[in-house]
T-cell receptor
Framework: DAGVIQSPRHEVTEMGQEVTLRCKPISGHNSLFWYRQTMMRGLELLIY????????DSGMPEDRFSAKMPNASFSTLKIQPSEPRDSAVYFCASRPTSGYEQYFGPGTRLTVT | DAKTTQPPSMDCAEGRAANLPCNHSTISGNEYVYWYRQIHSQGPQYIIH???NNETNEMASLIITEDRKSSTLILPHATLRDTAVYYC????????????FGSGTRLSIRP
C-alpha cells in the first residue's frame, strides 16, 4: 500500500499566484481531511470530506481557500490568490470506512514570497 | 470533544520505558482516547486508541484509569526513532467526528 500521496512535496510561489495542492487517499478509505501546520498555530483542520461530500469546512480560513473531491481517489486544495501568511505545511489524511484512525500523507511545504 | 492536558516536553533514556501522561478530566462516556505522534518533518502517525480497557499493540500500550479522567501512553523500550511530538486526543468514535490536535508532548530520547 502506497499510503496517502501528496503532490507537490514542496511549492514556492509568489504572492498573488494560484496554488493547487493534490492528494490521493488510500484506496478504500471514504473520508479525507486537509490540515495546515504552522509553528504559531500548530496543526489545524481545514476541511473534511465523507464519501466525496464536504462535511465541515469551518476551518477554511477565508474565501481564498477552496477544496474539491471530484472522486474517491483525488482531492485538491486551492489557494487563490496566495499570500505570504499562507506559508505552512499542508497535510492530507484519509480514514477507512470501518475505522476511526487517520492516515496522514507526507505533506506539502508551501512557501509564498 | 473533551479537552486534554499534556506536559509540553519530556525526556527518556534510550532503552527505558517512556511514560507519557494525559489528563482528560471532562471526558464523556462515549469518547475514546487516541494517541498520535509526529516525527519531525513527517505527517502525524496513529499509535493506539482505547475506551476504558487497557490496550496494547506493536507500538505501545495505553493505560486508562478506572475513572477515565487520565491515561498514560507507554513506549516499552524507547529508541532514538521515538523522538517526536505525541498528541493525546479524545473524541467520539463516529464517522462525523473530527480530530482536534492540541500542542502535544515533545518527547526527546537521549542516548
Amino acid at each position: 500500500d502506497a499510503g496517502v500521496i501528496q503532490s507537490p512535496r514542496h511549492e514556492v510561489t509568489e504572492m498573488g499566484q494560484e496554488v493547487t495542492l493534490r492528494c490521493k487517499p488510500i484506496s478504500g478509505h471514504n473520508s479525507l481531511f486537509w490540515y495546515r501546520q504552522t509553528m504559531m498555530r500548530g496543526l489545524e483542520l481545514l476541511i473534511y470530506f465523507n464519501n466525496n461530500v464536504p462535511i465541515d469546512d469551518s476551518g477554511m480560513p477565508e474565501d481564498r481557500f477552496s477544496a474539491k473531491m471530484p472522486n474517491a481517489s483525488f482531492s485538491t486544495l486551492k489557494i487563490q490568490p496566495s499570500e505570504p501568511r499562507d506559508s505552512a505545511v499542508y497535510f492530507c489524511a484519509s480514514r477507512p470506512t470501518s475505522g476511526y484512525e487517520q492516515y496522514f500523507g507526507p505533506g506539502t511545504r508551501l512557501t509564498v514570497t | 470533544d473533551a479537552k486534554t492536558t499534556q506536559p509540553p516536553s519530556m525526556d527518556c533514556a534510550e532503552g527505558r520505558a517512556a511514560n507519557l501522561p494525559c489528563n482528560h478530566s471532562t471526558i464523556s462516556g462515549n469518547e475514546y482516547v487516541y494517541w498520535y505522534r509526529q516525527i519531525h518533518s513527517q505527517g502525524p502517525q496513529y499509535i493506539i486508541h482505547g475506551l476504558k480497557n487497557n490496550e496494547t499493540n506493536e507500538m505501545a500500550s495505553l493505560i486508562i484509569t478506572e475513572d477515565r479522567k487520565s491515561s498514560t501512553l507507554i513506549l516499552p523500550h524507547a529508541t532514538l526513532r521515538d523522538t517526536a511530538v505525541y498528541y493525546c486526543i479524545v473524541r467520539v468514535a463516529s464517522s462525523a467526528s473530527k480530530i482536534i490536535f492540541g500542542s502535544g508532548t515533545r518527547l526527546s530520547i537521549r542516548p
